[in-house]
């Protein structure tokens, strides 16, 4: 069975200080991890995933996680926020060969303060 | 290219009816999924198509909910019967052949009166 924790519903910031947003996993299986993003009215967007190459991830925007096997965590980081950066962010899981349904996390709203 | 789409994009109808979203998924590719995002949750998995075949139809809530994809391309998802606790936004994604990447419509919203 897989899961997804989100830790927190929603995360403000002010404008060009760090973002932060966690997920945590649970698989039997070894996972791929995602993070998407959604803006209001707008569809799922890709922002990175990970699927075992390296640990630290880089994506699109200036957001990077890294995945720490040991602490079963895929945070998601960028050093400096935009106000562009204001959606909702959500942590999926999914096997690596089978079935790829994604497993969504509830979502994390990240406000960003000017 | 083009991407996913969906139609409609709203949908608004009475309690009891019969309902059918449609989603065009990528040209070529084989895997094809639906979700299903209630209000303030993460979309959660209904289906999954690989060519005209579901392949996992286990995350279907109950029988009113039934999806065809009788040429390998487009999908159409129905819904009969329908009640105030359908309304959601509904996702499509499709994805090629053996990749775990989804590509997202942008969703069909449906709101049952």
Redesign the interface.
Known sequence: AQSVTQLDSHVSVSEGTPVLLRCNYSSSYSP?L?W?VQHP??????LL?Y?SAATLVKGINGFEAEFKKSETSFHLTKPSAHMSDAAEY?CVV???SG?????????TRLKVLA | GA??SQTPSNKVTEKGKYVELRCDPISGHT?L?W?RQSL??????LI?FQGTGA??DS?LPNDRFFAVRPEGSVSTLKIQRTERGDSAVY?C?S?PAG?????????TRLTVL
């Open positions: 791929s995602f998407y009215n707008k569809g799922l967007q890709l995933k699927t959500f999914t096997r690596t079935t790829y349904k994604y497993i969504f996390g509830t979502g | 991407g996913v895997a999924y979700y303030g949750q993460g979309p959660e998995f999954y392949a996992d995350g996702l994604a994805s990749s775990d990447e989804q590509f997202f419509g942008p969703g």
